[in-house]
């Protein structure tokens, strides 16, 4: 059976259709960098938005979570000092309680967030300020461009999820490729879905094509 491949991340890749579902527009102008000694970012594009905003940022070391994060962060030339196990949630916000509880901390990011990460901490007397500097728009796609069925598609956050629903219907016969388990729960109910290996589009899209492969073979 012949399966397309479709990449809903804003950047495109090689071997595999893109349909990107989201786009950001800055929504800040300046930062107030007096109230913090450590910035956490939760997403490449946060750290490319900071950048065009005010780049004494890299004066602040950071909190990078998720690899990609970390890259940019590193390409741009900031300074990481940590790069937590866990990506997201209550586990993540459990991390920083243990290791940065006396740190003046400014959560960097977008309007619209999977986990109020602010609020757990709040319970355990840890204030964590934040700053949204970035937010996501759904692209808007006629009826023409709907995956046929028995596509795999890769969805790698949950707003690519929201905004794929908000153009399309759901055909059980999809297959998803989910970039972690914050963005699993987002999918419809019953869903055929893989979690990749790694939080990484390219670990999505290696996922999708051993999951090609396999489907192929039967």
Known sequence: MDRDIYLLSPTPKEGVLSLPMIEFSQIAQDINFSICDTLMFTSKQAVLTINNIDKRWKNIPSIAIGRATKTQIEQLGGEVIYQPKHFYGEELAKDIEIFFANRKILYIRPKTISFD????????????????IYETNCIKYNIDSKPPKSSIIIFTSPSTIKCFLENFEWSDSYIAIVIGNATKVHLPPNSKYLVADEPLISSCIKKAYKNLKISDNL
């Open 117 to 132: 990460s602010k609020a757990y901490l709040m319970k355990k007397n840890i204030l964590l300020n934040e700053k949204i």
